[in-house]
């Protein structure tokens, strides 16, 4: 089995090529599934956020090419995007799970939204069939692994979030957000989270427009705010003083002309854009305007720079631990690739212990229960001298480096290929399939 991961983040590309390579919720079972049925892919997951694209897979044998499936997918021009993508392989794309899930590499280190977001495309994958083995495995570990950090390190005490470090920059701009409207444009988790932070720093009210009512009636409704219906969203935006949107729109939803219009309305009064969505909802035209100010998600790098130092010590002692736990998992993951092979030479020298002892049952003539059990101890201590050394060897060189070398030379010697290809063509033509015992 081997991982492999390929992807953009905040640090390998901006906003203007992550948007571009953004998977819509609706889309993203068909997207894996396609990943699954790609050439070379066994089990398969993508991670869509705001933040970052990133496919994982896990395959059996040697690499899938998923650069192109990305250029397959997305259908866009290689250029536009290939200098942006990192790709990682085994032990370093089982590092880079377990250090986004535990929130290591987020824009905000600790904060807690990431690893519900891999949680949900863990889910996804595991509903269309694309994560059902290894990487089932690997997932669960990475969960472990958040857990753990969050438990044993202070790196997500006072969490922050995206949201909150987006209300954080509107206090710096307006100074109090005493008695300032709030229009929240899509009602996810996100735009609860926003609501909740600028509540807690006073927000006088807040409007809730979202593509689905009910959804936006029940979020205001939490908040003592107002539900507006999406196509009402122009006529009433500028009541705001504060726009925070994070719809998952393909294309934007405010431009240059609408802010023109409420700049007018509200008789040159500023508004104040938070754009939190990718791919982004508002036009960068917007921020030339005089009075709208429009930060986009790559903006927001700057208010996270003075939560960086406050973690660093924290997030020294989770790096520690994520080291500690991709050893331990990548022990496991080689241990676990000696067992066929150890199962296979028991299988083989107990087929050639059978073998002798019925060959010379003929010659040995009637033979006591006593004696019957005799030769069975007698037979399976000698396999299990035989078997002793090869066996100790193999499972302690599962955990060095040479771990495949030492199986290859081990099959070899025992013949366990060949003895594995004629068991497998017997079965097929039997019907009853393979053995099961992979090689």
């Given at each position: 089995?081997?991982?492999?991961?390929?992807?953009?983040?905040?640090?390998?590309?901006?906003?203007?090529?992550?948007?571009?390579?953004?998977?819509?919720?609706?889309r993203l079972p068909d997207a894996v599934k396609r990943l699954a049925e790609h050439p070379g892919v066994d089990e398969g997951l993508i991670l869509?956020?705001?933040?970052?694209?990133?496919?994982?897979?896990?395959?059996?044998?040697?690499?899938?090419?998923?650069?192109?499936?990305?250029?397959?997918?997305?259908?866009?021009?290689?250029?536009?995007?290939?200098?942006?993508?990192?790709?990682?392989?085994e032990q370093e794309a089982i590092r880079h799970l377990f250090r986004v899930t535990a929130s290591l590499d987020s824009m905000v280190v600790g904060e807690p939204q990431i690893l519900g977001q891999v949680k949900e495309a863990y889910a996804t994958a595991r509903a269309v069939g694309a994560v059902h083995s290894h990487l089932d495995s690997l997932l669960t570990r990475a969960f472990a692994v958040a857990k753990r950090v969050r438990t044993e390190t202070a790196v997500g005490s006072s969490a922050v979030s995206v949201a909150s470090v987006a209300v954080e920059l509107a206090k710096k701009i307006f100074g109090s957000l005493h008695s300032k409207h709030v229009y929240l444009v899509g009602a996810g988790k996100m735009s609860e989270l926003a609501a909740r932070h600028l509540l807690a720093h006073g927000a006088g009210s807040i409007f809730v427009a979202n593509r689905t009512f009910e959804r936006a009636s029940q979020l205001a409704a939490k908040f003592n705010g107002q539900a507006i219906h999406f196509e009402e969203l122009y006529e009433t935006c500028d009541r705001a003083d504060i726009v925070i949107t994070s719809t998952g729109a393909p294309v934007t939803i405010f431009r240059r002309?609408?802010?023109?219009?409420?700049?007018?309305?509200?008789?040159?009064?500023?508004?104040?854009?938070?754009?939190?969505?990718?791919?982004?909802?508002?036009?960068?035209?917007?921020?030339?305007?005089?009075?709208?100010?429009?930060?986009?998600?790559?903006?927001?790098?700057?208010?996270?720079?003075?939560?960086?130092?406050?973690?660093?010590?924290?997030?020294?002692?989770?790096?520690?631990?994520?080291?500690y736990e991709v050893e331990r998992f990548q022990a496991r993951l080689q241990t676990l690739d000696v067992v066929p092979t150890i199962v296979s030479l028991q299988d083989h020298l107990?087929?050639?212990?059978?073998?002798?002892?019925?060959r010379v049952r003929g010659r040995l003539g009637p033979l006591s229960p006593e004696q019957e059990l005799a030769i069975e101890t007698l037979t399976r201590g000698i396999v299990s001298k035989i078997m002793h050394t090869p066996i100790t060897t193999l499972k302690t060189a599962a955990l060095e480096p040479e771990a495949t070398t030492v199986i290859d030379i081990a099959r070899r010697l025992f013949n366990l290929e060949q003895k594995d290809r004629k068991e497998k063509k017997k079965a097929a033509e039997s019907g009853g399939g393979e053995s099961g015992v992979e090689s």
């Open positions: 089995m081997k991982f492999q991961l390929i992807g953009v983040n905040q640090n390998s590309a901006p906003v203007e090529v992550r948007e571009r390579l953004a998977i819509p919720e609706s869509c956020t705001c933040n970052r694209v990133e496919v994982l897979t896990q395959t059996k044998n040697g690499s899938a090419d998923l650069r192109r499936f990305l250029r397959d997918y997305f259908r866009l021009d290689p250029a536009d995007y290939e200098s942006h993508l990192y790709e990682y392989h002309e609408h802010g023109e219009r409420f700049l007018h309305r509200r008789k040159n009064r500023p508004m104040f854009f938070i754009d939190i969505a990718v791919p982004r909802d508002v036009d960068p035209e917007m921020n030339r305007l005089d009075g709208i100010f429009v930060y986009d998600i790559d903006d927001l790098q700057q208010a996270v720079s003075s939560h960086v130092a406050d973690r660093a010590r924290e997030a020294e002692r989770a790096e520690a631990i994520v080291n107990e087929t050639i212990r059978q073998a002798e002892i019925d």
